[in-house]
């Protein structure tokens, strides 16, 4: 495995020595350091080329002290980085009660999940020092002895961040004189806050790679032999995220199987799957089934709703979202189940739990209601970037094209504050922000398709500046691209190699503006029908899935195929008049789900339209 591991490594260095975190992206300082440590770690030369090569740009990066709090704990569970410069990360957080200003539930999900466990890493601090051969002094441009690797602090002396580090200095002056009066309470419950999350239900903590990370070390140095059942259910479920090819070994950050398949069935059924097709069933009845009944971590901000929802893993029941929730719902109006009133019922049930995460800017979030404290950015342990989960555009668009299909009116006072959350949140230039996808491209086109659900004037200026800008981005070969950098510098937006997955967000956001017709639209139609491969699918090296911006982002093989189907699907459907296939005209707001109509078969209507339009020789037209 080991052997497979720095193969991995090795065939994606970068020309300059370097690794990047996304596809096409330039040398990051982390990925850098980690992966010329592992190599040392497993026996290279720091004098082989390729290491002094990964070397030197590490220097040139700054090295070490350049990089995030998360990776220099790693650095220190492993003795090449001195514990007393990471910022403390008290267990006691977990014994401050719902109603403080701060507690753990203030934070995302996701920090939670990751934190909980490295406070009680830091409270053991466990090293495994390496000898001295495989240590990194190398990557310490100024060397070690006598330098400070504390945090900077701010120039003005009244700043939050400031704060916070002094609150760090006197944390750490109590951890000198051993004055831990909660200590030893505040690990029992961090102890067993993070077991609750891991057992039945949960395919490991938060089911994502770096909280299941942290939680194995945790269970480590609390004393948890390896026989022991709860360790083995989460080193089982950690090593469940390994993928080990013929030629190659590497570890997803998690699964995605509700998204997929939701998704999945969306493109089908309105590219003219019947509803009642055993496929569409299958995956239907397997999205019911994978409804969360629990009460998870949400309630702490969202009492009041009844548990429903769907997470975005196999089993994550403590963590479901309203974006896979509103995704799964969108899929579950085009499907006929076989059982409709079991069906109705889960149907409402969820679409009120979706309603009831409104946030009091009018937008959503994502896994939890009205986090956005932003003063919790300058704690010293957040500079991964995502410790708050706020409202997003892309959500809020996604949640109002779910309204729109089951036929909610557009002056509900809820759609009303939607609105007015997506025209404050529209960026100067007409686009949106995408939290949760390669980025302006994902949020410009989510919110035009939710406008046009809603059954929004489409002509109304603000309106036609998104249409405008999403336009304007069209790469000269007909599609659109936009690169991860958009997070770091977004004067870049709207730039990058043609994708198939966003030329396919781009034209849907066009056809949902009524441009069937224009000279971009056509000519990213005939982008998408040119590019697809003799197999039906396209080839998309690039990553157009956002983690935490900035920092980690996800690759969705299926979007390369999905949503290119789904955007010749919406041409199809709009060119012969139509753009929501079902609607449940009696599921507006506070009545019950009504029956489930047919769709209409669109499959030779699709052939009939692409036929019409891609008439020129050597064009794949149907």
Known sequence: MQEK???????RQLADGGWNIYHGGPSEINACVKAYFAMKLAGHSPQAPWMCEARATILRLGGIPRCNTFSKLYFALMGVFPWKYLPSIPAEMVLFPDWAYFNIYQMSSWSRAMLIPLSIINHFKPTRTPPPAKQLHE???CGTEGMDFSLPRSERFFTWRNFFLRCDTMLKWFETVGFRPLRERALKQAEAWMVERMGEGSDGLAAIFPAMLNGLIALEVLGYEEDHPVFQKAKADFEDLFVDDPED???????SPVWDTAINAIALAESGLDPAHPALRKAGEWLYSKEVRLRGDWIKQNPEAEASGW?????????????????????????????????????????DWQMSFQCRDGGWAAFDKDVMKGWLEDVPFADHNA????????LTGRTLELLGYLGWDKRDRRVVRALTHLRKTQCDDGSWYGRWGVNYIYGTWQVLRGLKAIDYDMTEPWVRR??????SCQNEDGGWGENCNTYDDPTLKGRGPSTASQTAWALMGLCACGDLDSAGVQRGLRYLVDTQNADGSWTEDEITGTGFPKVFYLKYDMYRNNFPLLALATYANMRGGIFRPTQHADLKADSRLGVYPRLMNLAP???????????????RAS
């Not at 591991?5 to 065939?11: G, Y």
């Not at 403590?318 to 109006?333: E, F, I, K, N, Q």
């Not at 410790?387 to 892309?394: G, H, K, Q, V, Y």
């Open 5 to 11: 591991c720095i193969k991995h490594i090795r065939r």
């Open 139 to 141: 990557l310490y441009p």
């Open 249 to 255: 070994f590497r570890i997803a950050p998690c699964f």
């Open 311 to 351: 997470a975005f893993e196999y089993n994550n029941v403590y963590y479901p979202d309203t974006d896979d929730t509103a995704m799964v719902l969108m899929a579950l109006r085009l499907i006929s189940p076989e059982n409709p009133e079991a069906a109705d019922a889960a149907f409402k049930r969820a679409l």
């Open 387 to 394: 410790i708050l989960d706020p409202s997003c555009s892309d």
């Open 466 to 471: 998104g249409h405008d800008w999403l336009a």
């Open 605 to 619: 209507q699709l052939k009939e339209v692409f036929s019409g339009v891609f008439n020129t020789a050597g064009t």
